[in-house]
């Protein structure tokens, strides 16, 4: 069974840091195939649902434009961990994070964990 438990969210100012983590159970492909990823989407209010940043059992990361730069995303194997870096956040960074796990063409989800940034 496939579990992923996000942490690591709250309240910070804008030009602020967070780091998001994602503790994954049931996850593990026992592949470095590039099919299988593990990332974070983010649904602000009023808005869809969109990626943030991926990556995959081979290493290789995407980000989404608007986060390139500010966000890092990594992962700790031997944990089952992954984590994201948010710096120099921006109240339109405002939003519920989700960590999300596609394994073999099935996609799985966290509960979410909300990162609001205000003054």
């Known amino acids: 069974q496939v579990q992923l438990v996000e942490s690591g969210g709250g309240l910070v100012q804008p030009g602020g840091s967070l780091r998001l983590s994602c503790a994954g159970s049931?996850?593990?492909?026992?592949?470095?195939?590039?099919?299988?990823?593990v990332g974070w989407y983010r649904q602000a209010p009023g808005k869809e649902r969109e990626l943030v940043a991926h990556i995959t059992d081979a290493g290789t990361t995407n980000y989404a434009t608007t986060m390139k730069g500010r966000f890092t995303i990594s992962r700790d194997n031997v944990e089952n961990i992954v984590y994201l870096q948010m710096n120099n956040l921006k109240p339109e960074d405002t939003a519920v994070y989700y960590c999300?796990?596609?394994?073999?063409?099935?996609?799985?989800w966290g509960q979410g964990t909300q990162v609001t940034v205000s003054s």
């Open positions: 049931g996850t593990k492909s026992g592949s470095i195939s590039s099919i299988n990823r």
């Open positions: 999300y796990r596609l394994l073999w063409g099935v996609q799985y």
